[in-house]
Each structure stands twice: as C-alpha cells, then as structure tokens.
C-alpha cells in the first residue's frame, strides 16, 4: 500500500493562484498603458514576472485573457447592497458604481474598450456576454428589492429602469469627465426615482 505524500498533482492541473493575480493585474495595467489594440500576451507575462506558458494555460488568447480579467472586476465593483428602501438602494448603487468608474485604471481601459469593440465584432460580444449582461442582471436586483417590498410597481419596464440607473452616471463619468457636484448623487437619485414611478 503506497503512502500519500500529499503533494500537489503537476503540470496542467495546478494553477497557483498567486500567479493568475498577478497576471490579472499585468493585464490592467498593461491594458492602461497600452490599450487593447497593443496588448500582447508577452508583455502581460513580463509585467507579472511568468511566462507566456502560464499565460496560456488559463487562456487560450489575448480576447479571452482580457474578457476574463476585466469580468471578474467589473462585475464584483457592481455592488447592490440592500439599504431597506428603493432611495437608498440608488444612491449606494451610484456610489459604488462612481468609485469603481473613476478608478485610474477603469478611467483609461473602459474608453479604449469601447472604441476596440467598434472595430473587432467578437470582443464587443464577448465584452457584452461576460461583463454588461451579468451587470445588468446583478443591478436587476434592487428593483426586484423595490417590487417585493411595494415600493415600484410589479409591471415595471425593467430594462429602462437599467438604463436610467445606469446611463446617467456612466455619461458623465466615462463620456463626459465633467466634476461632479458633491449634491449629484442626491439630485440624481430624486431624478430617477421621479422617473421610476412616473
């Protein structure tokens, strides 16, 4: 009877988790630095101090290692917190969305991204599929919050009150880079709140 050693299987079937991090931040900061169009998978590997191969055993490509990077973030800095009212649950929403939006990095990589997509049909799909739809659906949930709890009708049009939670702060933020007032989150909210329940 053989003894186990307890050590770790070899080869492909061990992937340090240390590394992925690291690979995963080589990839916004190179994404920032670079933009997409100039990313290459060499030098993703350099700034994370591995090698192409350690690269490619998470990912089989750039379009692939970028979507799966920038997916994870984006999706987790989409918080929803459940502040007990429709109100609140805005103005933490508009919170949390303008810190993760005014990042240095975000800054930088989200126009790029949206200019690449333009030109290269499969990572606008790819971005859709992996980061806009999961957003959506996570901020979905403080709407169902706001029905359950009477605060909105049942027979909200749902997919407009995403695009009013959401365009507003994104505009100003991402398309427009104009300062915000320190009342904007309050104002804002009053706005779409007044929309939801005209």
Do not use: C
């Not at 690269?55 to 379009?63: G, H, I, L, S």
């Not at 989409?78 to 303008?98: C, K």
């Not at 049009?157 to 365009?167: P, R, S």
Request: glycine share 6%.
């Amino acid at each position: 009877m053989s003894e186990r050693t307890g050590r770790q299987p070899a080869g492909a079937a061990v992937l340090q988790e240390d590394v992925t991090a690291a690979i995963k931040a080589a990839v916004y900061e190179e994404l920032a630095r670079t933009g997409y169009g100039k990313l290459t998978i060499e030098a993703v590997a350099k700034r994370a101090g591995a090698g192409k191969t350690a690269v490619y055993r998470r990912w089989p490509d750039k379009q692939a290692m970028v979507v799966a990077a920038l997916s994870e973030a984006a999706v987790a800095a989409i918080d929803v917190p459940d502040t007990g009212t429709l109100r609140g649950d805005i103005t933490a929403y508009l919170l949390n969305a303008s810190e993760a939006l005014s990042h240095p990095l975000a800054s930088k990589i989200i126009p790029d991204l949206l200019a690449e997509a333009t030109r290269n049909t499969g990572l606008a799909e790819a971005l859709l599929g992996a980061m806009r739809d999961p957003r959506r659906a996570k901020a979905a949930i403080l709407f169902t919050r706001a029905t359950d709890r009477g605060e909105l009708a049942a027979d909200i049009d749902l997919e407009l009150a995403l695009d009013f939670l959401g365009g507003p702060l994104y505009w100003r933020l991402v398309i427009v880079r104009s300062e915000l007032s320190p009342d904007y989150y309050e104002r804002l909210t009053d706005m779409i709140m007044s929309a939801l329940r005209a």
